[in-house]
């Protein structure tokens, strides 16, 4: 893997396992969590996959062949791997760093559907479209959002930072930041500190020291784990 893909990589890597030896042990690391977590298995294939078909337009003549054989390869895994688990994130879905599934199972997420940095996502989840109306179109979710076992977000709405959805609640409105939904149909609670202690490993850019080409963070917008409960 290059520096761009293991930064990505082994961001979601320290959400499995809060790793501090940083380099020295990293690819055993990386090994093991393949070996022992389906979960990790699936999110290191979705962006690696990811990687590899962006990576195509890059080249010509025979490397750019060489590189659709390498992205067909691994979306075939990534198929194999959906069929297995039960898990249906496309490689195309925009996922921010430090995505974390905590069981394998029925997962289904939409490919139009966006997600920030440091979130959790449970078995039974469905982030789904809505094909008409004033809600028409995918989520968009933020940073540091924990969402429970069979909950369901559907719909052109916007999920803030820092929030909380419980287990089987139904969202198809906009969330605030700092907010706890409950229910079917939901309801919201307002809490600073609602995914205080739900989301750990938390990462910040370049984690592991890998250079990155994203932008500097906003801390407005991606908020630190000290600010994120002033």
């Known amino acids: ?4 893909l293991k930064d990505i990589v082994y961001s979601d890597l320290f959400r499995y396992t809060g790793n501090a030896r940083r380099t020295k042990y990293i690819y055993t690391t990386y090994l093991q969590e393949l070996i022992g977590s389906p979960e990790f298995h699936y999110i290191s294939l979705m962006r690696r996959t990811k990687f590899y078909y962006e990576d195509i337009a890059h080249h010509e003549g025979f ?106 609640a139904y969202v198809n409105f906009d969330v605030p ?23 750990n490993n938390t990462i910040q850019f370049d984690e592991y020291n890998v250079m990155s080409e994203t932008a500097p963070v906003n801390t407005s917008s991606y908020p630190t784990r000290q600010s994120r409960y002033k």
């Open 63 to 168: 490397l750019k062949f060489l590189c659709k054989v390498r992205y067909e390869f691994f979306n075939w895994r990534l198929t194999r791997q959906s069929h297995k688990y039960h898990i249906q994130i496309p490689y195309d879905t925009k996922i921010g760093k430090g995505f974390y599934l905590a069981h394998f199972g029925r997962v289904i997420i939409h490919p139009k559907a966006e997600i920030g940095y440091n979130c959790n996502v449970s078995t039974g989840v469905v982030i789904g479209t809505q094909f008409r109306g004033k809600r028409k179109g995918a989520p968009h979710i933020g940073n540091f959002v924990w969402i429970g076992a069979n909950a369901v977000i559907v719909g052109n709405i916007t999920i803030g930072n820092n929030v909380l959805i419980a287990p089987g």
């Open 177 to 199: 930041d700092g907010s706890i939904v409950i229910g079917n149909p939901g309801l919201i609670r307002r809490a600073p500190g609602a995914t205080l202690s739900y989301i």
């Open 1 to 4: 893997m290059n520096d761009k």
